[in-house]
């Protein structure tokens, strides 16, 4: 930064769609510089200032960037409210990050909370790519959503955090383990498992994915909709994964 006559804060909810909040019940995460003129260098490496940005990253790829033609996560706006996400400075041995749609009620409370902030950056990247991809589930189909099987809801967030994490860290692979499960993964290059699906788009996935609360019901819609030369091994690509 240049020409710096006063105390700057510089902060990390410069977008429209999105804030990401620090500890304290409204507190946003930003940095406070020098009283200084010139350049201004900062390592933001191994701190706070780190997990803030990742955050801020990941965020911002899933509102503005490529997405795969994905559906964007809930947006700001008339009668609608700026998604919040807190970056929460300690370790959890429950969950690396949690998703609340109820908290967005009137924009103040945050919907997403992301933990554990010395994980690598990469792992960190790929837990809110994962909780957004919920907000986003649930901008799509709310009633689905909070009704469906914890299968239908931790595997699709978990192939959308496999699809565009590796975009931005190419040889990206999350665990797969219970619910969360690896069949959308397969279901694109057929890696993942032992199966013989592959060739479908994480858009075809996700429009199956609408309106769908159970298991079953997602793989026969995907069927339903798209042409796929690998469809008919579909029920047993699901039957490995549950």
Same mark, same amino acid.
């Given at each position: 930064?240049?020409?710096?006559?006063?105390?700057?804060?510089?902060?990390?909810?410069?977008?429209?769609?999105?804030?990401?909040?620090?500890?304290?019940?409204?507190?946003?995460?930003?940095?406070?510089?020098?009283?200084?003129?010139?350049?201004?260098?900062?390592?933001?490496?191994?701190?706070?200032?780190?997990?803030?940005?990742?955050?801020?990253?990941?965020?911002?790829?899933?509102?503005? &960037? &490529?997405?795969?033609?994905?559906?964007?996560?809930?947006?700001?706006?008339?009668?609608?409210?700026?998604?919040?996400?807190?970056?929460?400075? /300690?370790?959890?041995?429950?969950?690396?990050?949690?998703?609340?749609?109820?908290?967005?009620?009137?924009?103040?409370?945050?919907?997403?909370?992301?933990?554990?902030?010395?994980?690598?950056?990469?792992?960190?990247?790929?837990?809110?790519?994962? /909780?957004?991809?919920?907000?986003?589930?649930?901008?799509?189909?709310?009633?689905?959503?909070?009704?469906?099987?914890?299968?239908?809801? /931790?595997?699709?967030?978990?192939?959308?955090?496999?699809?565009?994490?590796?975009?931005?860290?190419? +040889?990206?692979?999350?665990?797969?383990?219970?619910?969360?499960?690896?069949?959308?993964?397969?279901?694109?290059?057929?890696?993942?498992?032992?199966?013989?699906?592959?060739?479908?788009?994480?858009?075809?996935?996700?429009?199956?994915?609408? +309106?769908?609360?159970?298991?079953?019901?997602?793989?026969?819609?995907?069927?339903?909709?798209?042409?796929?030369?690998?469809?008919?091994?579909? /029920?047993?690509?699901?039957?490995?994964?549950?």
């Amino acid at each position: 930064m240049e020409d710096l006559e006063e105390m700057q804060i510089i902060p990390l909810n410069g977008r429209y769609e999105f804030e990401v909040r620090k500890d304290g019940f409204l507190n946003t995460a930003g940095y406070g510089g020098p009283k200084k003129r010139g350049s201004w260098s900062i390592d933001i490496r191994n701190g706070e200032q780190e997990f803030f940005a990742t955050i801020f990253r990941a965020a911002h790829h899933y509102y503005y &960037n &490529n997405i795969k033609g994905l559906r964007r996560p809930p947006n700001n706006g008339v009668l609608k409210t700026q998604l919040k996400l807190r970056a929460v400075f /300690e370790t959890n041995s429950d969950t690396n990050g949690s998703h609340c749609a109820a908290c967005r009620f009137f924009g103040i409370n945050s919907a997403i909370r992301i933990y554990n902030p010395t994980r690598n950056t990469m792992d960190l990247y790929g837990t809110i790519i994962h /909780e957004l991809a919920h907000a986003s589930h649930w901008n799509m189909d709310r009633s689905g959503y909070n009704g469906a099987d914890d299968y239908v809801v /931790e595997s699709w967030a978990r192939g959308v955090q496999w699809e565009l994490t590796r975009m931005v860290y190419s +040889g990206y692979q999350p665990p797969y383990f219970n619910e969360y499960t690896g069949v959308v993964q397969d279901m694109i290059d057929g890696i993942s498992g032992v199966d013989q699906v592959s060739g479908y788009s994480i858009r075809q996935i996700e429009d199956a994915l609408d +309106g769908q609360d159970n298991w079953n019901g997602w793989r026969i819609n995907i069927k339903n909709k798209h042409t796929n030369g690998t469809e008919n091994n579909l /029920e047993a690509l699901f039957n490995i994964w549950k």
